[in-house]
């Protein structure tokens, strides 16, 4: 008998699905400098500066000021090494501090996620399916990440022609990060299921 596919979530805040998993989704998070950001987009945006001081001007403020506030601040010179780390500290933090979220997470069972970034043209975070650029997802790879930590369950499922195929997040999750063919390979498999799974 075949087994059912396992549709990805393609999570959106501007769409509606799932906008709990996006950065802009208003839940405080306390960092390890320890100071509580309103959202992860305030946390993220805020650790591009390395001094403290610098930080607080992120604590008050909406996340999409926070996002505008990221891009005219000095940012530290090893941002583009640490980035991936500080989101997925950023997203482990939001999880482990708010059970409702991380029951939610946890409901998402072997699902790939995916940050459905369709019109804003991001390929880094999420996937815009209207452009052709392979994308990285790393904001859907970093919940990966931390639903495997929360359930004990590393594997996650991408639909295929031939049913589902089973990735251990756990053990390979720096391929999907750094290994361009890999997530390449991913990002196809992905783009054929959003246009005959997605609804």
Known sequence: ????????????RKMGVYPEFSNMYLSPVT???GLT???NENAFQAYKCIDITQRTAF????PYVAKKLGRSVRIRSDWDTVRFY?????????????KPLADLLKGTGRAWLVENTTGWKDNTWGCDFNMYSDSKNWLGLCLMIVRAELTGDG???????K???EFDIVKNWEALYRD???YSAVNRLLRWSYSTMAT
């Open 86 to 98: 500080v989101m997925l500290q950023c997203v482990r933090n939001k999880f482990t501090q708010n």
């Open 31 to 33: 960092m390890d400098d």
């Open 59 to 62: 604590l008050e403020v909406a």
């Open 1 to 12: 008998m075949e087994c059912e596919l396992i549709k990805p979530v393609f999570f959106s």
């Open 155 to 161: 594997i996650a499922c991408v639909p295929s022609f």
């Open 180 to 182: 361009y063919n890999v």
């Open 37 to 39: 950001y309103p959202s």
């Open 163 to 165: 049913g589902n195929i």
